[in-house]
T-cell receptor, first 113, second 113 residues
Framework: SQTIHQWPATLVQPVGSPLSLECTVE??????LYWYRQAAGRGLQLLFY??????ISSEVPQNLSASRPQDRQFILSSKKLLLSDSGFYLC????????????FGPGTRLTVL | AQSVSQHNHHVILSEAASLELGCNYS??????LFWYVQYPGQHLQLLLK??????LVKGIKGFEAEFIKSKFSFNLRKPSVQWSDTAEYFC???????????FGTGTRLKVLA
């Protein structure tokens, strides 16, 4: 069966520090991968998605970036964190076809101080 | 740009009460519609989805939703809620043929025993 992992589970970082969050999927190949940020009262905001290795679509211009170095690995990064980057970051995957059910990871709680 | 509105941000019900959560979207073309649920301490998971066919769809745990194209709505219903339905509920829209999913802001449901 398919599983999705995210780490770390929680992270506290100072303003201006770099960020790297990792997401990996097991048990499937060629998944579509997604990064969302969940903020209280604002729902899930789509940040990036990828339909293949090296293919990244950005939905929200900001100081975050994403990369997909391997088929089942999706990384969210920042060179310098802002206070506004605090939130709950969720990774999700779907099968290769569009419009499929999304499967979500456990999330990373990021606090920027 | 596409958007999804969930007008009820917090709902409190007693057990056995009926539930209806509103979801409206803004897009004139073909869409795929989803309701996801996040139970306390658990991952987001699919409750039900509509792609085509019968506009009344049934999901897990006795939930159902009705797609009304003329109203751009996909409201979630359950005739009799249980304490275990306490969770946050998210409506999501996928524009058919694309890989993007747009989520609403979520509704926090609390069911009193």
């Amino acid at each position: 069966s398919q599983t999705i992992h995210q780490w770390p589970a929680t992270l506290v970082q100072p303003v201006g520090s770099p960020l790297s969050l990792e997401c990996t999927v097991e048990g499937t190949s060629n998944p579509n991968l997604y990064w969302y940020r969940q903020a209280a009262g604002r729902g899930l905001q789509l940040l990036f998605y990828s339909v293949g290795i090296g293919q990244i679509s950005s939905e929200v211009p900001q100081n975050l970036s994403a990369s997909r170095p391997q088929d089942r690995q999706f990384i969210l990064s920042s060179k310098k964190l802002l206070l506004s980057d605090s939130g709950f970051y969720l990774c999700a995957w779907t099968s290769g076809s569009s419009s499929d059910t999304q499967y979500f990871g456990p999330g990373t709680r990021l606090t920027v101080l | 740009a596409q958007s999804v509105s969930q007008h009820n941000h917090h709902v409190i019900l007693s057990e056995a009460a009926s539930l209806e959560l509103g979801c409206n979207y803004s897009y004139g073309g073909t869409v795929n519609l989803f309701w996801y649920v996040q139970y306390p301490g658990q991952h987001l998971q699919l409750l039900l989805k509509y792609f085509s066919g019968d506009p009344l769809v049934k999901g897990i745990k006795g939930f159902e939703a009705e797609f009304i194209k003329s109203k751009f709505s996909f409201n979630l219903r359950k005739p009799s809620v249980q304490w275990s339905d306490t969770a946050e509920y998210f409506c999501a829209v996928n524009v058919a043929g694309t890989y993007k999913y747009i989520f609403g802001t979520g509704t926090r449901l609390k069911v009193l025993a």
